[in-house]
């Protein structure tokens, strides 16, 4: 049985990943390239989680 996409995600996924084909591909094995694209993709904020009062 061949891997078949839900159709509603294909539909939310394809400008972004239309959009992943302009970007530079790191070298093979260049895990830095990697996690520096992944850095910029995914910038963290500044602003530590939010944690509920009734957690302990």
Same mark, same amino acid.
């Given at each position: 049985? *061949?891997?078949?996409? &839900?159709? /509603? ?12 084909g302009g970007f $530079?591909? *790191?070298?093979?094995? &260049?895990? /830095? ?12 904020t500044t602003a $530590?989680?939010?944690?509920?009062d009734d957690i /302990?």
């Amino acid at each position: 049985m *061949p891997l078949q996409y &839900d159709p /509603e995600l294909a539909k939310i996924v394809e400008p972004f990943l239309r959009n992943m084909g302009g970007f $530079p591909r *790191p070298k093979l094995h &260049d895990v /830095e390239g990697r996690r520096a694209m992944l850095a910029n993709m995914f910038p963290q904020t500044t602003a $530590p989680p939010s944690i509920p009062d009734d957690i /302990e």
